[in-house]
């Protein structure tokens, strides 16, 4: 009895002191959890937040951040047409080639092609955002704890910095960012983004369907595995009465 307190004191000791440092070193705090559709086992995409949150994507956050493994014609699966697909596509151009005299050429984008990406390369976005680099977006919910919650937490994040703390020039104060300073300003403003079927959209409606469109981004394929899940477990189920059956039967002979 006396060992076990010893070792629970120990322990609360050890936590305790792990947790200090932590706080210490300026830990953002942990990101409240939002209703996402998508938990839970039977849980799916919104997709009509997903849409409204990929033009979010492309009207806000795509002039820096790139999501390199999107083609165009994965939009498709949070419900876009074809023909919607290739409107979007179109918007942009590439560069392609070489053409039969050996030159690139420039064409506008298709379905097949992936998403453009803002900068040619990571230095010219550094040069354009004071040094720091604004991440690929196409697997950030699952770079980051908290997921979409930690998403939806930055984005709505931005407040007055404390007294004792001036960011630098370019630099913006953040309750959930780690360490609270980052290079990235406040995006995200009330009727910043118009929706075709709700009109004008707040800030907490933008960041919430964004970050519901960088979680399906993340992990297109959830819906079937969490199918697949549910079906393996009904086999489990089915598979374990009927391997009692056959026990019982087996046995039916053997006197108690
Ligand atoms: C003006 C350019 C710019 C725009 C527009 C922008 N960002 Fe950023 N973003 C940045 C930069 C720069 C960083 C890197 C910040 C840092 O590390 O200090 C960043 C970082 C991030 C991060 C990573 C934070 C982390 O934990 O490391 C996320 C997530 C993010 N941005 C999401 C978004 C979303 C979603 C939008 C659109 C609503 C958006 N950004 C719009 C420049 C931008």
């Not at 937040?49 to 994965?74: I, K, N, P, T, W």
């Not at 959830?222 to 391997?243: C, H, I, N, Q, S």
Request: proline share 6%; charged share 20%; glycine share 10%.
């Amino acid at each position: 009895m006396r060992s076990l307190k010893t070792a629970t004191l120990a322990l609360g000791v050890a936590f305790g002191l792990i947790g200090g440092s932590a706080l210490a070193a300026g830990e953002a705090p942990t990101p409240p959890s939002q209703n996402w559709s998508f938990e839970g086992i039977f849980g799916t995409y919104d997709r009509s937040a997903a849409q409204r949150g990929f033009q979010v994507y492309q009207e806000v956050c795509s002039s820096c951040h790139s999501m390199d493994l999107l083609d165009y014609r994965h939009l498709e699966q949070i419900g876009l047409s074809e023909e919607e697909v290739t409107a979007v596509a179109s918007d942009y151009t590439v560069t392609d080639g070489p053409d039969g005299s050996g030159n690139m050429f420039e064409r506008p984008a298709e379905a097949t092609d992936s998403f453009v990406a803002p900068f040619a390369n990571e230095a010219a976005a550094r040069a354009a955002n004071n040094g720091a680099y604004p991440p690929d977006l196409s697997l950030i919910t699952k770079a980051r704890g908290g997921g979409a919650d930690y998403i939806y937490a930055l984005l709505t994040g931005y407040e007055d910095p404390p007294d004792d703390v001036e960011p630098a020039p370019g630099q913006y104060y953040n309750r959930y960012f780690p360490g609270h300073l980052l290079a990235m300003p406040d995006m995200l403003s009330d009727g910043g983004v118009e929706y075709a079927r709700s009109g004008p959209a707040s800030v907490d409606q933008q960041a919430h369907d964004v970050s519901v469109f960088l979680a399906w981004a993340s992990e297109p394929h959830m819906e079937d595995r969490k199918r697949m899940g549910a079906k393996v477990l009904l086999f489990l189920v089915v598979f374990t009465g009927m391997l009692y059956a056959v026990k019982r039967k087996v046995w039916s002979d053997v006197d108690h």
